[in-house]
């Protein structure tokens, strides 16, 4: 993977997170750059965490399918893209009620490894592929950080209506790897 690929992959990775943050701090009275800061670093530390969990497993299953791992990647990044375009395309059920408080740290874990499912599948699908996963995840992390600190801050000012857009952007950009990934094997 070229990195610009990489550094897509790990913006794609962040959207769901993006999404969520802006749901938590849409639902947060005043959210603080503190608070912003917390979330992000809980998020993007499970965000770092799931792919390499996830090429680690796919590590183990590669050589067993090996002569089929470029299409193996490319389902697996299609179906993820494809779930994330659904998920953002269709009407919200929303947040629960009440939910104006400081966030706790359990709250904001499970949120964070709710929304970082996708990254481990994304570890599975790049077992298969020549990648340096420690840095992979590091840009995954990092964009998740700085996303999710974002989505919190923005979250009272924007609402659902961004966060839904971009989860469907990074739908679309996980296809678009996975294209490339299938593409630059098939082509050498």
Known sequence: ????????????MSTDAFAAAIGKGAGMARPRLAQALRAGVIFGTIEAITPVVGWLLGKGASRYIEAWDHWVAFVLLL???LHMVWNGSKPDAGEPAGETGKQGFVGLALTGLSTSIDALAVGVGLAFVDVRIAAVAAVIGLCTFGMVTLGIML???LGDVVGRRAEVL???VLIGVGAVILYEHLAA
């Open 1 to 12: 993977m070229n990195p610009v690929s990489v550094l897509l992959l790990g913006f794609a």
């Open 79 to 81: 179906g993820l893209g």
């Open 155 to 157: 979250g009272r000012v």
């Open 170 to 172: 990074g739908g679309v």
